[in-house]
């Protein structure tokens, strides 16, 4: 099973991102992974949470347009080029990459990749026959 | 289409015809409120005119307009020809600020009435067959009233149930057998809901059959709703107490606007700002002549209601000229660079675009000397979040979709769901801050 995240649509105003972290914080939800892209009008927030679903729920119930998708992560070698790698075998498989992130699961230790890619099975698969630690539980 | 009975052989003459009872009946009612009501003496005089200069239909533009002050202005009775012995009947708006409108009719004036409801009710498919429950509020208002004389007239077994007390609405529907629902639209779509929460399938347990619907605007979108909640063919009326009540115009099952009983009113497209006269097809305010009451003719009304007149023949058979759906009020009518823009429009546009909500909120402004116009709409779709660029194709799209409309650009704002203001009472969705001296 892949990591699940939530996209959460959050409207270009000042606030708008604290009053997010704030309800997750109340609803005592742990933010994993975060990474926000905006334009002019609109950003979209992708979060990596503690129990996604009932995260869902709760933003659902707070009025906050959120969806849940399935990511591809991945623990690459803390070591020159094995990102270079990691894409480098997706891109021989013919998978497209939507979008990165990356994340710190604890001070000082591995560092985590999340990507969007055409198909996660695929990608997985791939990346575990060349050894590639992918994540699937956070 | 649904094939119904022509109520009326008036409702079929061809237009010389139409024209020539038109001016008969168009002199005497300029000279009934000429001799009865100073009000219009007065006008007629300060204006150059009297009944004497009326010899064709078209002179019918030399007469002034009357607008709704001029009821308040002569509260109660001051507007009326007859004789306060003659009236048999009083109804009144409800009038938001001060004082009601109030409007009488005389024994002749009421089986007009009947006459012309019967006219409606029979074009939207309402027959001595039917059952009708009468959801509008009996009272100083026209409409509940209105509908059951006419609906009596053609035979249909009336209920008068006024509006409110939801759920015994929906009992005596199931329990009677109720086949017409006369209502506002709004509320027979929240009645749906109520029966939902009784455990009642609007469409599968009741005889619904048809749906007649009036006293506020409508679109095409609420339509198609009504028809799939309730399994109806509905149809809307059009009329105001000023002109009569219900039964000004009517649609028939062919759906192509809604015919005007024109052997009893005359109508006008005028250019809201000027005063303009237009010609059929165009859009602008309509304006009324009454031309059979007694008690309370009324000459060239604006009626600040947005349509058009289409002349040509209905498929349903009826020469009377058709008005489209009202799409505005001319005072909710926005002018954008020369534009003709009602919010009417706009609320269309984003019903029927997936992906975002019903609600919205516009703002004008002036950018240098152009006109500019924001539509700030709720996104809840959650689905457009995988990507920018569906993000950024609905934007497009609800661009795209007022574009078509409108005639021209809009900003649109994708907001949160639940941001937006919602309005109980009458919606101010549109800020003007060109107003801002």
Redesign the interface.
Known sequence: MAIRQL???I?NKPGKLAELTKLFFDEGFDIRAISV?D?A??G?LRTVVSNPDKALATLAEN?????M?DVLAVNPEDRRGSLNEVFTILANEGISI?YVYSFVVEKGQDQYFVLQVGDIEKAEKALESHSVEVIRDI | MIQTKIWSREETLDREQMRAIQLERLQKTVARVYENVPHYRKKFKDNGVEPGDIKTLEDLQKLPFTVKADFRDNYPFGLFSSPKKDLVRFHASSGTTGKPTVVGYTRKDMETWRELIARIVTMAGVTDEDVAQISFGFGLFTGAFGLQHGLEHVGAGVIPMSSGNTKKQIMIMQDFGTTALISTPSYALHMAEIAREMGIDPKNDLNLKWGLFGGEGSTEAMRKALNDEWGIFSTENYGMSELMGPGVAGECTALRGMHISEDHFIPEIINPDTGEVLGPGETGELVITTITKEALPIVRYRTKDITSLHYEKCDCGRTTVRMSKIQGRSDDMLILGGVNVFPSQIEEVLINTEGIGPHYQIKVFKKGHLDKIEIDVELVDANYLDSFKMLEELNRKVKANLRTVLGIDSIVNLVEPRSLQRFEGKAKRVIDMREEK
């Open positions: 996209s959460v649509f409207p892209y334009t009008d609109f979209i009025g906050v347009v959120a969806k998708s939507e």
